[in-house]
């Protein structure tokens, strides 16, 4: 598992092994397919909240919030892989949720930073 922060923006959590594709169970539910990790680009980024909706702010701990929600993910990813069902509720992203938006800006704002230097 690997969670990816910086303060001013959302959170985001990978899992990095196993490598979710190479199960060969198909997409999973409730992540965000099109959100990827430079240093692990096989690993996928899990949904487990709602940025938009106000779920998770910056006054929130992670210890207490995305760990045990991730954790939460992996025991449904679980049962998912051996019914096909997804048990644990929530919404599913769709390519037009805010996930992905986050993480452009701060990869933008990277890059003009390393360019102005």
Known sequence: MLIDYELGFHPRTF?????????????????????????FPTAVCLCLYRPEKGEWNSTRSLADTIVPWADLWLFFFEHWMLTGDWEGGGEHPSPDDPEPRYRRRKEARAARSSNSG
């Open 15 to 39: 899992v990095v092994v196993p490598e979710i594709a190479s199960l060969g169970a198909g997409q999973p539910p409730h992540v965000y397919p099109s959100t990827r990790d430079r240093e």
